[in-house]
């Protein structure tokens, strides 16, 4: 059974950095990309990148460049999401999702992080 | 950048009846289009992919259609468990959502 699981909630304060990881069971992770999902709430889905395992090949939502760094260790089967100076704006659900190819859909989804930022 | 813009934002409908949701590319995107559904509290839910293929176990009420720029998302007879907001795809960018809702 193909599973994608994430890491708890966090509670952050502004300027912190924070890591969240997405580990991927019941498949090959080398060959599939994941991707991460932000969704701020009461919002929609924002598409923030992907990395593909195999090799690290990594894009970014030019929306997202720069602001966070996604990463993986196929050692492990687990990509990572993470900020090295967190805002508040930063406080949303986020979701990781498999997918085959970057034109291909996100087939399976892990059940999100919540990622909160308050002072 | 493709844009993709869902309407209408808010579809207010009674069960048994058909839900018709479009989804609309600013350049073609040939069938590379799938369709999402998310209920509260849940993760997004693979519905439709390559414009018209339903994912594995997705009831046959639900079917996609369209090429190039016009997209459509119809649920043929609204069930309770249908009501939840869908969003379309295209690589790298989502629709802004289509909340189905009950009347």
């Known amino acids: 059974e193909v599973q994608l699981v994430q890491s708890g909630a966090e509670v952050k304060k502004p300027g912190e950095s924070l890591k969240i990881s997405c580990k991927g069971s019941?498949?090959?992770?080398?060959?599939?990309?994941i991707g991460w999902v932000r969704q701020m709430p009461g919002k929609g889905l924002e598409w923030m990148g992907i990395i593909y395992p195999g090799d690290s090949d990594t894009r970014y939502s030019p929306s997202f460049q720069g602001q966070v760094t996604i990463s993986a260790d196929k050692s492990i089967s687990t990509a990572y999401l993470q900020w090295s100076s967190l805002k508040a704006s930063d406080t949303a659900m986020y979701y990781c999702?498999?997918?085959?190819?970057?034109?291909?859909?996100?087939?399976?989804w892990g059940q999100g992080t919540l990622v909160t930022v308050s002072s | 950048e493709i844009v993709l813009t869902q309407s209408p934002a808010t579809l207010s409908l009674s069960p048994g009846e058909r839900a018709t949701l479009s989804c609309r590319a600013s350049q073609s995107v040939s069938s590379y289009l799938a369709w999402y559904q998310q209920k509260p509290g849940q993760a997004p839910r693979l519905l439709i992919y390559?414009?018209?293929n339903r994912a594995t176990g997705i009831p046959a009420r639900f079917s996609g259609s369209g090429s190039g720029t016009d997209f459509t998302l119809t649920i043929s007879s609204l069930e309770p468990e249908d009501f939840a907001v869908y969003y379309c795809?295209?690589?790298?960018?989502f629709g802004q959502g289509t909340k189905v809702e009950i009347k």
């Open positions: 999702a498999r997918k085959r190819g970057y034109s291909y859909p996100d087939d399976y």
């Open positions: 795809q295209q690589e790298g960018t």
């Open positions: 019941g498949y090959s992770f080398t060959s599939y990309w």
């Open positions: 390559d414009a018209s």
